[in-house]
């Protein structure tokens, strides 16, 4: 059974960072994109970041330049690196396993392009 693992979360205060880690298991994931997604209280789900099996990372512009994603194919992890952190960030993040591959970054930033999902980390950012 496939099972993803989110860890890292908490409360930090605007300007600080804080590492997003991911554990999959179950199966190897070096083959396929592994994204994060976030949601606030009140607001639908939207895309963070990606990156697929061979390095390609997508990532959202509101997060573009603080937020680096990652990933560790040995250990069947991937990272969430946020800096400069803002009240806004503020969600519970998601991540998630998408078996497809496809070219471009559309297809990415979809959560029906994704097959499995973690149960979510909660970040909080205070001002």
């Known amino acids: 059974q496939v099972q993803l693992v989110e860890s890292g979360g908490g409360l930090v205060q605007a300007g600080g960072s804080l590492r997003l880690s991911c554990s999959a298991s179950g199966r190897t994931f070096s083959s396929y994109a592994m994204g994060w997604f976030r949601q606030a209280p009140g607001k639908e789900r939207e895309f963070v970041a990606a990156?697929?099996?061979?390095?390609?990372?997508y990532c959202a512009d509101s997060v573009k330049g603080r937020f680096t994603i990652s990933r560790d194919n040995a250990k069947n992890t991937v990272y969430l690196q946020m800096n400069s952190l803002k009240p806004e960030d503020t969600a519970v993040y998601y991540c998630?396993?998408?078996?497809?591959?496809?070219?471009?970054?559309?297809?990415?930033?979809?959560?029906?392009?994704?097959?499995?999902w973690g149960q979510g980390t909660q970040v909080t950012v205070s001002s």
């Open positions: 990156i697929r099996s061979g390095g390609y990372t």
């Open positions: 998630a396993v998408s078996r497809g591959s496809v070219s471009g970054s559309a297809y990415y930033t979809r959560q029906v392009s994704y097959d499995y």
